[in-house]
């Protein structure tokens, strides 16, 4: 089942050019992160905490299994990235990895999990190493399961 829904696009333009571009070609060109090769990214769809309207957001490709991770890291930032409160208000999101486009929950990860997930997360993009540092939160790892 996919996310039905008015679409608002992020008010930041790069967002918004990154998401356009990756949709339009099938995931086949804006599919990595500021041109590094090695840091591929999905595009998340979900539905707005407050305004119920659809959310689209480019984040690190961090899978395993099928079972993909989503870092509210926000470059170390002190606060969430907007999509953390709109996945815990309602946990279930689109996903598109390349042309592959399906429907996961969503939970936050804790403990020994998290870790590994972390560990995971650190691998494919050292920089959220980075970014832990630069905060005094928790950064929160979210973990994404297909249920389509």
């Known amino acids: 089942m996919t996310l039905t ?4 696009p992020s008010p930041q333009q790069w967002v918004r050019d990154q998401v356009e571009e990756f949709e339009a070609s099938e995931g ?3 599919n990595i992160l500021r041109g590094n090769p090695d840091w591929p ?20 490709r961090v899978e395993k299994d099928g079972v993909y991770a989503a870092v509210a890291s926000k470059g170390g930032a002190p606060d969430h990235p907007t999509w953390y ?55 929160p790892l979210f973990l994404l399961e297909r249920i389509d």
């Open 85 to 139: 409160h709109n996945f815990l208000a309602r946990p279930e999101v689109d996903l598109q990895d390349g042309p592959e486009k399906h429907t996961y929950s969503v939970r936050v990860a804790e403990g020994e999990e998290r870790a590994e997930w972390w560990e995971r997360a650190v691998a494919q993009f050292a920089p959220y190493a980075e970014y832990q540092q630069k905060t005094d939160r928790e950064i």
């Open 28 to 30: 086949r060109r804006a």
């Open 5 to 8: 829904g008015e679409y608002v």
């Open 41 to 60: 990214i999905v595009v998340i769809t979900s539905r707005g905490a407050r305004s119920g309207k659809l959310r689209k957001n480019p984040v690190m």
